[in-house]
């Protein structure tokens, strides 16, 4: 298994949940994490992004997302997070992590992804 997300469950709105991603230490140093989700009957849709840069690294946020969801990572433990706070019902989906080498340190996407995770399910009640 090389990207492993946990840390989904049902919360209720306006609640707060922390995804993980962990992984092998060298995808860890090589690829851009990003995370995805998917609700039954859409579009995946790519969330949050971080560049392998271990000091100077960047990331991105979708609009959806952007304020009340946040990408960090620990290299010590070769592992990503997803802090999302106030969660809404429409937050609800299967989540996933994903792994790209990207040819900069500096870069990140949601496009053309080497790896993938199982998902992890989070469900907001409203």
């Known amino acids: 298994v090389q990207l492993q997300a946990s840390g989904g469950g049902l919360v209720q709105a306006g609640g707060s949940l922390r995804l993980s991603c962990a992984t092998s230490?060298?995808?860890?140093?090589?690829?851009?994490i990003s995370w995805f989700r998917q609700a039954p009957g859409k579009e995946r849709e790519g969330l949050a992004c971080?560049?392998?840069?271990?000091?100077?690294?960047?990331?991105i946020y979708a609009d959806s997302v952007q304020g009340r969801f946040t990408i960090s990572k620990d290299s010590r433990k070769n592992t990503v997070y997803l802090q999302m706070n106030s969660l809404k019902a429409e937050d609800s989906a299967v989540y996933y992590c994903?792994?790209?080498?990207?040819?900069?340190?500096?870069?990140?996407?949601?496009?053309?992804?080497?790896?993938w995770g199982k998902g992890t399910q989070v469900t907001v009640s409203s």
């Open positions: 994903a792994a790209d080498r990207t040819l900069s340190s500096r870069v990140c996407g949601f496009e053309g992804m080497d790896f």
């Open positions: 230490r060298f995808i860890f140093g090589t690829h851009a």
């Open positions: 971080i560049s392998s840069s271990s000091s100077k690294f960047n990331t």
